[in-house]
Structure formats: structure tokens, C-alpha cells
């Protein structure tokens, strides 16, 4: 799908600790500034920075809009410390304001402490109630502040009153299994969390620059590597996502299911590890592989890249057709072309070059000239189309909007055939745990049967790649033992079942 | 090479006028509009807009920035007319401002006109001498300006003494025959003229929105066609390259070196051939093909992209070595990559991901963390990189200040060999015909032999297509009869000499 | 004093609630806006309106900026509802952001709430641990913030635990009896409150625009009238100072110190007064009518014009001179100085004109021009200087540092003597009431004895009201039976005592 | 009149001229900078600065905006030089784009030249045709283009083809010898030119940094002063206004109608004085001393609050009446008002509070409010106004738009009578050189007979000061001994006549 309208991100969220005792200058927000850039896919709406120098005056710096238009200027000076944690926010309608803004920061009876996450309490309503009953006033919906405030409260039994804060999350992660990634600063630490069904996605990694020679013979920085905590760091780094691990960082493993991290000076530890409701699988949203991720993030052990190679294999396994040409909608669907190519032999070939800077849509300048709803992100590239029988593989297909545009693109240049293979299964469901789906109505796969939308979008065939198959590729080189993914908008199926108060 | 840092485009020039007579309410603006995005990669300094109504009031709109953030709001509104020119400007130093934004209005003794030209005069010093000897005041130090007032005033000899504007544009080509591609527009017609040399591009289309079934069945659109003038049409464009002509328009042919193109209501007529100082040949800017051009751009009857990815070929015939992967710096080598995996029949793989949003780079956080001079843009994908050799492809190395980056990139990822492999030859000459070449000393290949800049940039070895190879792919599918090129930045053999001022 | 550096207002409160039934289409807040603006010479660094349309959705919007400038464009019309309420907060240093903008708005147990107010709360440090020590989260150092977390909890005894907003208020009154003027709105009704010291002023206001007729022929408006409650109105208002019931509205009354006032659409109710501590006196901030408040306003029944001409007349008995002419530091000074010529009979004339536009100082354009410093915010008009003994009224010198640059420019163009009178008593205390009065060290009247200011800033002579003289113009016309005042900044005497936490 | 709608200001000049030699890192721009803000109130929509370090390669930045606004940041480090020239001009409606702004410059063949002005050429319809038949492009419609390209060309007979600018100053002034105060700047040196008939005002000053204490006890800064050469300067200025003459600077006298003064590094000197045509009396603008210029600004040896003053008086013998207090609509009829009230010996008192922030007006909230169409921008002083008889001042009525509003809040608030006395006669013709003047028919005097006026206002009464009135006013203290004022919107008399074109 190309990345026009479609899914949206829940959110990344990145945190860094300097190891070293007695670094008075240091200025964290640097580090987490860059994580954020690279995380900045997942969400362009708004974005923020906390960070501690080890006292409870937190300094905090939020705002909407991308990091780099945030963060100008003198802004990141003003955040000192070499503790620190940040948040990129997915983009919504135009009612969101700053103040939906994370990291979310309050002074409590234990300390300050600044709180971001990724992902969407599926119990909120509830937790909601406990919180106001208590006589606390919330300033907004967001979950934030609300994992914020019920952190800070102390439950009826006495159980977490007093500074125990992983007393405190572990409390919290037993009132709401679904779905976070979770970074909590304090003046001197930070723990990162993840929901006990491994929904979203966090992992962990080294600061590496005391040595940048001893870096250069490793050829594990940015790629693989085990749990190798032997090995002396100049700090430590949580992140949504690997691809935020850029040169100077390296990655060291994800963050467990339900597992509470506490980073700190001193190296990372796990300290505790909150089970799953007994009989439940672990449920790794799906998607990630499929349309969120970089592709050069690692999840479960693997590269995203090699899991949408080999969806492309699976694809060209399950729907083959003779063709001259396989090629994509750039460039979400590059690399299942290529799988597919790999897989059918039919030689691989770029279609479309992108008009990176047109815009608007083409419009009526004047009565007798007739508008033309035709998308202008795309132009043929004659050399591959013209005359060409064509396999275009994209790597979902949403609302179907973007498909036909381009499909009638390709035939006016002289395509003879375009057969659409998509890499990954219909979505029909709405989801719960913080992706934004469009409404069952807006669904093409809820709409229409596979061949009316192949007749909608001009296709001479359309294919959708099985669950089975995208589940094959997602466990072909996967690490995890447990491997349980969420499928639930392709298959309803959702972890944990469907809440009370969400029942359809 | 990576778009970071290298040539800068000389501008992009574009018109359009509705064919139907009576139009009053014609918004031609909306079609300048966005042929101008679509050329934007052609300089994004500024941009401007011309129109008129068919009376002497010319309507224009000009300013610093995009052309998406120039023309906001109801910018285009207040442009109303049936014709109209706009340009779009690259992008230099600071001390560039608003004054050189084009098109340049004027007001002449024969009515107003509007000029704006992609090139630059190579004799602009005895041109500007003669504009101001006849008791004008120049307001910049651009050629658009001294262009605009050269063609308004009366020479000595009377010749164009009155309202002939074709007459003044022949005069002032034979005063200047080097290098421009030209429109001039009056209230009721654009002129369009290409120097005699063909050095810098410029090609005419056709508005087709009358019949847009006519068109579903046309193979011609976006694609190649013939001078077939006989068609009705809702209109004319004129562009600097055929990229902008977007599914409403169809591509006819190019201007000729040398013509003068009137465009009225009526159509397209030829009003003059300027013929080049005898014994000189055509030459059109090779670097259009190598690096400018969009790559579904189609000059002398053949797209961009398969002259690229012939490069590519001929660049495996000439330096072939045994590797596990070909790769491209995304995305400017990527044409060139395929045609060097084709002639070679080592598999291509994406080697990098484009960290879209990472823009600054990483800076030095505390007196413990070392800086590390790291190209943040891309990040290498594991899949293809680890434990592979690697032929990595780009399409030109200007400063080499990129290359250097990215293979280390790779190294670190697990590459065990990168040989890079340059679709084009050295650079080593400035261009004074609308080119922003660095300076002799910036030029790596004047500074570095070849297996110096190899061991600078960490390459395991480092080879350039030749002058000869690039011309062979520039002529394999040539229509052009004449078929010369301006190859004076690889050769120092400049067309027509260079200017006496000029020698250095 | 002029009022380029001086004292900082603490903040501005407007309420406004339209009377009738069943109007669903009102847009309150342009009511409230204009009371914003009205109030803006109490606080420019950011402002912010909340809204309802009667339900517990609540409408916002908050900034950095001027009035005019965050309510820009559509903002207004975002903010529906027949309710709402206001504030205006002072500028201070860069540290400050949006997070504390007013109205503060939370969710709570019993419904939305939105607060606002004015002042400051002297024991916030026992009222913030008490918060702390409920378990809640506090996201800023706002009195705000804690005021509404405040009202929200439920008190150990139970008290206040159900929805009775009044018990609640009445609660908080008793825990911080000094200094606020505040406003609570819940979804249909206003809570308009002030501290029972009465240390900060608020008052009551009638919306008339159902018969402009009856209003013309009124002659109360924007005057004095009587707590004429039987007239019908069109709504209510509330504000810090009667100067911003503009030609629409009329003012009513002030609310009285302690005082709860009910605000819903059936008019105004006293709910409760809230007495002060036995044997304390009220305590009206005596500044007020010195330097903050607007000529126009009405404080204890009288106008502060008033008060200003009479402080100039009881300064013309305290210390008289010869002299040609009376003049004032434009406009701060204009009232006391006409009071001054009344009295003493001698003609007052403008001395200075302003330079509306000329903002920073000038600036040593070299090396051999020395770097003037003299301020170039007033020019003299020598018609009334030249030759001429002027004396020099300013209503208040703080910190001494622009009545110099004024005296070197008078006494350049031709003033012979310069006898500046100043209309208040010096200030030599803190305040901790709300107002931001420099450190000690900073104020001249410290520093300096009485002859000692003169030479330092070429007067011939100076000298300044008596706090007798002060508190008699205060009370000539006041029908405020109590007429208690707080003179602590000039005197060192705290309403109610210095807290314990505060003592110096 | 209050300075909301009516008459507008043409444009300020002003330049200046270190007289040292070899001063090299002279930033002249900060002197004019300050100068132009003192300017501001001649002209708020755009500005420019022009510097010249001796060289041909002159510095300017222009831009829409206030000059603090254009002139942020490090854009004045960014006009190096020693000789500057900067524009302030007025605003107009939103079809003025940066086009316009001033200066203009350009590169002629004897060199570069800076031109701006203020004025208005009443022939500049023909200056145009002799300048576009010569084969120039004119960019603008503007006068200063008009005038830079007539002052570069050659005229015909040859007189002035050489670099001999003051004959090509001189003759354009012989061609355009109305209305224009000029000053046109090379490399190392300004001309500055009034026009013939004087009509718009052009003064010079001394800068005076170089021996502070010398100035302070020099009565005459800011003052009246000879014309004493002899004492040595630190360099020379140029000013539409002497009020642009800060503490710095010293005025000197005003450029002569017709004079051309060349300033350089060795200081000022007359180049020619161009005559008027035989029997035209001289025509200074009486407006500058009614409406447009400073109260301190001096023209024709006397201060223009002076000739304010002496306008209220002269209203007080022509129309005196019973009353009890004097005030004027702030700030405009202040001097009037004092005036009025010395002549008359009724108390002077201030009528109305300026609301500083307020500038929307009230919009109607509801269905049941309806809109209130009155001024916010005043509020009534009750202590002043309540029951009281007025006399209110302003300085001019054009359109009469703001007078009823003020008068219906001043009997709102109590007044008993208000008699309106304007301080100088009705506006009945339109200027055509400089100042922008409403249509007749929006001119309230030529509408409505004097009684219509006052009824339609609500005033008691209303009188005008006679011709006669303001011109013995304007000639009291005059020390130009020829003393011609245009008083042509008033009279309809215009100086040189009325040309053809214009005639109506």
C-alpha cells in the first residue's frame, strides 16, 4: 500500500541512560533526539522530550509537529541531563492538541517522574473510574495521563504506598495486560515495560562510542547479536524499534513480554516478569511485520526485510501467473517484489517514479477542461511498462483508494496486464490496542469479494497473500519460542477476547 | 551519488495555454501549478508564476521556498488567465533573495511581458555592458532580468524597432547563442526558444482532458509519440522536461535547437530556426541524462531511465568483478544497479534503508561519548549486507564526502568486500552553461587518483564508467540525428570554445 | 513610572454566562474574548478560554501570546457554549511554557471543571504536600493545578465527598485564605470567588444588549450604579476590573471579600462569605489603584482616575515648589500630574513625545561613534521645555532606571530645573500576594537615601508621597465601609502575618 | 481625529553619512535603522535599507513590515558600510506586494545608485511614456523605478551622458517638478533633492557622538539650531522629519525647496537650487502640521506642537462656548485641546481611557444579543465626563466614521453636552501628491452641511477651524520667509495647477 491513507502508527517511544558516574555536562536529549528521528515513522503528529540530571527538577520540552521542526534551535540545550526519555505521536484529526503531547511529567509524593508509551489500554473505561473515584481530577483521555496518575495513587490495600515504583507498575500491569510499551523516568533510572501478551514492540541496546575502532571489526552493530552484557557500554538505550539503533548504538535484545527493566548507571536488570492469564498465547502484533516497521528493524530475532522477502515467496507460491515483469508500488512494496521475483523468476523491474513534490491533486482550472481524478504521486517509467505483462505487488491493500489510480496509470503507459499480488491477508477488523484502522465500512476486504475489487481497481487479477502464509513467514527464522502473533483484524480473533465494553 | 551533497540544478521553466476560444474564467495557473511541482527537483529556491487574461494587466506571484509553500491558500486565485509561464529556481547561499525569483514582469512600450529561462549566458559580461551603455538600470546580477531588458530595447540599427517580438528574440539569440531554454510570454502568447546549441532541455506537450476515454486507449501518453499535430487538443504546454507532463497531458516532442515556438489559441508554430555558428555541434547536457532528469523524463526520443540503466550495463562490461550482490545508493543509482545485475547476472538487493527523517546528524552529547561522524540517512539492511561481497553502484562521486559514510555502514553491518562501481565518468571541470559545479580543489577526481579515492572512501575498489561507455549509452536508442552532447565537465571541451573572460 | 521595567501584574479573570433558556447556537466566547482583551494590561505572556455548552464536554483553548494573537482565525468559533471563562496571565522569563496557561480543565468524579484566578497562595507549600500526600500527580508548579486537585479530592472527614461544588470551595477557602480572585466553572453554572482578606479584586457586571434604546438613555453605563438586581439582563459577567465591561455591559458591584458567588442562568446568588480571621482587617491591594488597574475601573466604589488626580493633589500639599510648568512620563503618570496642577495652580503641559515604534536602543554603529545610552522611547517637545522649571510626576519609581535617561533628555532641550514629585511611596518590601516586585537589592528606595536618588538621576530635586497621603486618596471617596488596604510593599506589614515559610 | 481610519502618510526617507575617513567597520545601517523607526508612523508597510561600503557593490534588504519586524536578527550585520539610505512606507490595500518596497536599486553604467523618496510625481504619466518609448521595462508602476531608470538614461540631446548625476538630478526635476522629497545614493556619496515647490518636507541634521559631554550641555539637541557649520561632526543625516533626529543627532536646517545637497564624507553642500516656475508661490504640504507629522518635528523654523497649540486657540477665538471641561479624542487633538483650553480658561480634563488591546469589535454572540456597533478602542473617564458640559478636540474629521461612536460612550457615560470643535477646516479635494485622501464622496464635508454633520455624530454642536485660522496658525512663528502652503484638499487651489490628466 502506498503510504497515502491507510493504517496509522500508535506511537514510538526511546529512552537513554549515560553509564558512567560523575558526567555532570552531559546532554542525553542529544541521543534521544536522533532515536526519535528514527522513529519518527510511527507517528508525525507530536513529540516530546523529558530528562533528568539526577535531581527531581525534570526538564521537559513537548510540542506538535515533527522532531526536527520541535526540536530547532536552542531546545535541546535546555534539556540537560544524562538521563532521558522521549515520544513521536501518530498523526489524527485535527482535534488533537498539545496536549496530548508525551512524555506526560508530574511531581508526586515519591519524586517526579515522566511516563510515554506506545499502544492503547483496552480496559481504560475502568482503570478511568478507579482513578476519579479516588478524587483525582484528569486534565485529558489520553492513556498517559491516566498510567501517569495510576502510578502515583496509592491502591486501597496499602500494597504500593510507598517509593516501590516497580511495586507500582507491577501493580499497574496486573490492572491492564493490553497493550503498552512502556518507559517511566525518574530522577535516577528508567524502567521500561511491556504488556504481559508482548503486543507492541521494545527492545533494548548498548551506547558504544568509547571505542569506535574495536566497533569497526563488528559486524554485529546494526545487525544481530546475543545477550552479550559482558561487554563494558557507555550507556544503555530502549526503543520501539531496532532501527533507532544508528551507528553509535547496538542492539542487544527485546524487552520480554510483561517484563519490567530497570536501566540504570550501573547496566540493565530485569525486575520482575508479569505473567500472562493462565492458557493465553503471546500475541506480537502481526502488523509490525507487515507495514509499520522499518525494514531494518529485528523483532523475535529476525530482520523485517527477510520476513517481507519471504511473504513475497509465500506469495508467489500460493498465487503464480506468467508475466514479464514483477515490480511494486514504491516502496512499501519492494521488498515482497523481490521475494516474489526471487521466487518466480520473472526479472524484477521499477515501475513508478515518485513525484516527491507534487501535492495536490489535480485540479479543474476551467469549464471545458474536464477533472481528472488521477493520482500524480506516480509517473510510469515507459522502459518497464510499456508492452509489459505486470505483476504489482503491494504490501496490503486498505481502503483501496490508492490501487486503481495507479493500475490505470500503468495501463495508459502501455501495460497490457497488471495482476495485483498483495503480501499480506484482507484486514476485515477494527483494532484495539492502539493501530488505527479505518471503520468496517471503509474496509475494501468488508465491502467487496476478491473479484469485484479486482474489477474496481481495473486489475486483471488480484490475489491476496493467506494468514497461513504471512504466519509461515513471520516464524521461518523467528528466535522466539513462544511466537504468538495478533491476527486479529484479518481474523477477529482477538488476545485475551474482546472486552465487555467493546463488544460489536 | 546520494542527493545530500553534489550539482545543483540550474532551474526548471514551464507554460501552458488553453486552445478554446471565449474561455474567460480560465484558471490556467492550476496546470502551471503543477507542472511546476513535477519539475521542482529541477531547484527549490524559489518559484514564480505568470499569467494573463489576454490584456496587458499580466498577473504574478513569486516567492523564496517550495512551490506547494509559495502558492498557499488562494495564492493560484489571484492568477487568473488563460496563459500563463512559471519557473522554479535552485537553490544557493543565503545570499540568494526574493529580487531573483522569476518570471521577470515587465512593462514594455509594446505591451508587457513575462520571461523566465533555465541556462545561463555565457557572454552575459558584454550582453549587461550593452544593456547599460543604452542608459538602463539593472536591478540584479541575473541573466533573466538583462534577458528581459535586452529584448526590450531598440539596437542601434532599428531592426526591431516595433512590436515584432520574434524579431527581438532572433536578435537576441544571435547575440547570445549560449545557453537557454527560453519562455517568453505576451497577453496573448507564449513564445518558447532553445539555443542553437541544445544545451539545456525543453519539450511541448498537448492538454488532453476532453476525452479522457480516448485516452484510457492511448499507449501513447507518458510514453513516446509522434509530431502528430492534426489531434484536437484543449491546449499547449512547454516544459523543461517531460516528467511534468502528467496524465492530463501528453508529450509531443522538443523544442529544436535553435526554434522559435509561438504558442497561441490556435496551436504550435514554428517561427524560426536559429542555426548554430557553422561547424559547431549540437550539444545537450550530458548530466541530464547521468544525474538531473527524473527518470521518466524523455529526451532525443528516449527515456532517461534506459539510458541509466544502459550505463549500468556498460559499466558491467567494463569493470566486471565476482560479487554476491548488486546494490545502488538509494535512490539515484538504482537504475544503473539493474542494468549492471542484468549484464553481469549477480542479483540485486537493497542494501540501505532511507532514514527519511533524520536530518541532523549526530553530535557529540558529553565529554565521555566521542562524536561519530556517521551518515545518519541510511541504515544498511542486514539481510542483504551481512557476509556478502557487494558491487555498489551510484550514479555520480562529485566531493566523494558521502561514499565514505555508507560503506563503512556496510562494513560495519557484515559486508566482506564492497567494490563501488560509478555509472558516469569523473568530474572534472566547472560548467559555465548553467551547472553548479564545486570548485576544481572540491573535485575529488582532480584531486585523488583513482585507488586513492578507493582507499579514502574504504572501497575494495572504486571504478568509473568511461566517457566513451557514457556516450554509447547515451546514443544506443538516440533519435536524434545530430545526436551531439556537451561533455565539457568530464573532457574541459567546451561548445563554441570558451569565452575569452572565461579562460582560466 | 514608565511601564517599560517596573512591576508585573499577576494575571486578569472574566466569566461571562448568558441568562436565557434554550439558546443552543451561542458563541459566549466572543463575550469572554473581548473581556480578555480589555484585561490584557494585567498579563501578556499567554491567555486562554474555556467554554461549555451545558454538558461535561468542555471546550478549551489556551496559548502563548497576546489575546488577539491565540484567539487568531477560526479559534473562537471552536469554542461553543453559553458559559465560559477567561484569563489573562503576566509575562515573565523564557522558562515559562503552556503548561501554565489558565483556565485549568480536569475531569472529575462529579463532572468537568475549569478554574482560573488570580493572585497567589501564600501557603501553597502545606496546600501542594497535602495533594502530594493523596496520591495524586501534580504536572506543574501552578497554583492552578493545585487549586483544581484541590477542589477535586475528597477530604478525610468526608466533607465534601459528593457533588456539592460550594461546600467545596467553601473548604478551600478555609485551608488558603490568602490571596485569590477565582473562578470555577462547571458545566452550567460559574463559581465566581475572592479571598477573604479581598486582597484581589473581582466584580460583578449585567449584559444589556436586548434594548439598546433603554441603554442609550441610561446614563449608569460603564458608570456607577446601584446593586440593581430587579432589571432583566441578557447575562452575567465577572471580572477583575470593571474596565472591561465595555459599551455592552454594565457594572453591578465587586464581589465582596470571601464572598461565593453563584453564576447560572438564572442570575447571581451570594452563597456563602467566607469571614476572615478574627481581628484581621481587609486587606485591598493599595497598588492597584497606584500602578495596575485601568483609570476607568472602579475599586470600592470610587474610579481609579480618581484616586490617581487626588494622589497628585495631596502630593502638591506634601511637597510644593515654583515652577513653570507640570508634566508626567506619559501616560502612567497623566492623572496625578493634572491633580498636581489643580492643585498648585501651575499650567500643566506635555513634556514628551512618544516614539511609538522606536524599540531597541541605539547601538554603536563604529568605532570612533560612542554608544549612546539614552532611551529613545520619548522625544522632548521643546515648546514646553525649552527654558522652562518643570516639575516631573511619575506615579511610582521602582527600580530608578528610567527616570535618568528622561531628566538628561528634558534638561538637553533647555529645561532650566527638573523637580520630579512621585505619586506614590517608595517600595521597599517583596510582595507575596501576586505581585512579582524586584529583590530588594534592586529597589532604588533600598538603596539610595532620598538626596541620594535625586543625584543619581540629575534631578534638582525629588521626592514622594507619604503612605498617609496614599491611604487618605485611597479613602476620600471610598464606600467601602471596612477600607482595609494592603500597604506591605511599602510598608512591611503583611495581611494576616509573613507564613512562617516565607520569613526573611 | 483618532488614528483608525482616514487620511494616510506617503512615505519617510532618511539617510546618513559617517564623515571620518578610513572607516572601515562602520555599520552606518544601526543610525538608520533608528531613524526609520522614528519614521515608522509616515509609513507601516513595508521598509528598506540600502548601505555602500565605497564601492559599486551596494547592500540592501527590503521587505513587508514593520522596521522591526523587517529588520531582525542579524539582517543590519548583514548592510555593511559607512553611507546608508533606508524608506519606511505607507500601507495600502493587500494588492501591494514587495515590489514596491523602497529603496530601489539598480547598477547603471556609471555605476550603482539607491533611490528613494517620498511624494507622488503629478506628471508621472508622461515621465512614464518618455521612459518606455526610450526601450526600458518598467517592473512596477511605482514612482521610484520611474524615477532611478529616468535618472540612468540618456535623454536625447546628450546633456547628461556623462556620470554627471547632480545634471541628471537636476534634469529630473526640471521635468517632474512636483511632488517629491528625494535622496538618491552612490558608492560615496547622497543626493538629496526637495522638490521645487517644497511641498514635501526634507531636513538635515549633524551626528554628534563624538563628545558626549560637549552635548549635554548644549541646549540645542532636539532643539532649534543655526545653521552653524563650523563645528565639527561625526557625520550628516537626512530626514523627512526632524523628530528622527535622536539624542545623537542634532538638526541643523531643512533642504530648500529645489535644492540639491550633495553629502560626503567632508560634509554637506549645496549643488544647485532648481527655481519654481516663474510666479508659483511655494506649497509646503499644510497637513504635515495638522495631521501627519510628530508634535516635535520642526518645519519652516518652528516646533509642530507649537502650531497645534496655536490651532486650539485660534478654534477658541472663532468658536468659543459655555462649558465646563476640555478634552480631546487621545492622542491626536491633544495639543489642540490645550490650546483650546489656554484660550478659553475652561479646565482641560482627560475624557477617555485607551483600551490598548482591544481591537476587534464586538460580534454578536447569539440570536437573542444583538450586535452592539460601538468603538471598543475608548472607554469614558466618569470622573471627567459625568454630568459635565464638553468640548471636545480633534485634530481633523474626515470620514466622521469614529466621532459618533466616541460621542454616544461620552453621553452613556453622563455627559451632559458635547460640543465637537475640530482644529482645522473640512477636507472637501483630493491630493495628488502624496497623501491618500478618501473619495469625495466618502469625505464627510462633502456630504453633509455642518449642522447634517453634528446631528448625524450626536454632538450638541460642531465647528471647523477656517482656512484662515490654520494658515495664521501655521505662519505665527514661521521663520521661511516665503511661507507658501498647499492647502489644496481643503481649498481645491493646487499648486502649478491641476495637470490635464488629472482634471475631473
Known sequence: MSNATGLTHECGVFGAIASFEGENNCNIAQIVYVGLEALQH??????????????????????????????????????????????????????????????????????????????????????????????????????????????CLIPPDGEVNGPDWVARIRHFMHLAPLSYALVVMLKDRIYAARDPYGNRPLCLGKILTHNSEEINGHPTLNGYCNDDDSEVSDGWVVSSESCAFLSHTRYVREVYPGEIVEMTQNGIKTMDIVPLPVGKPQAFCIFEYVYFAKPNSIFEGQEVYEVRLECGRQLAKEW????????????????????????????FGELLAKNNYVGRTFIQPCNKMRQVNVSLKFSPIASNVRGKRIILIDDSVVRGNTMGPIIKLLKRAGATEVHVRVASPPIKYPC?????????????????????????????????????????????????????????????????????????
Not at 521537559?60 to 522532531?67: D, E, I, P, Q, W
Not at 482535534?95 to 519524586?111: E, K, R
Not at 503464480?320 to 518466480?344: F, L, R
Open 320 to 347: 503464480s501467473i506468467e508475466a514479464d515483469v514483477v515490480g511494486s508500488v514504491p516502496e512499501s512494496g519492494n521488498a515482497a517484489a523481490h521475494g516474489y521475483s526471487q521466487q518466480s523468476k520473472i526479472p
Open 432 to 504: 484495539y490496542m492502539g493501530i488505527n484502522i479505518p471503520t468496517k465500512g471503509e474496509l475494501i476486504a468488508n465491502r467487496l469479494e476478491l473479484d469485484e475489487i479486482a474489477k474496481k481497481v481495473g486489475a486483471d487479477s488480484l490475489k491476496y497473500l493467506s494468514v497461513e502464509g504471512l504466519l509461515k513467514a513471520a516464524q521461518k527464522n523467528n528466535t522466539n519460542k513462544r511466537k504468538g502473533h495478533c491476527t486479529a483484524c484479518l481474523t477477529g480473533d482477538y488476545p485475551g477476547g474482546l472486552p465487555e465494553e467493546l463488544k460489536w
Open 42 to 151: 510511527r507517528g508525525q503528529e507530536s513529540t516530546g522530550i523529558a530528562t533528568s540530571s539526577g535531581n527531581d527538577d525534570l526538564h521537559v520540552y513537548k510540542g506538535m509537529g515533527l522532531v526536527k521542526d520541535v526540536f530547532k534551535g536552542d531546545n535541546l540545550k535546555h534539556l540537560p541531563g544524562h538521563i532521558g526519555i522521549g515520544h513521536t505521536r501518530y498523526s489524527t484529526s485535527g482535534a488533537s492538541t498539545n496536549v496530548h503531547c508525551q512524555p506526560f511529567v508530574v511531581h508526586s509524593m515519591h519524586g517526579s517522574l515522566a511516563v510515554a508509551h506506545n499502544g492503547e489500554l483496552v480496559n481504560c473505561g475502568s482503570l478511568r473510574k478507579m482513578v476519579l473515584d479516588r478524587g483525582v481530577g484528569l486534565s485529558t483521555h489520553s492513556d498517559s495521563e491516566l498510567i501517569t496518575q495510576a502510578l
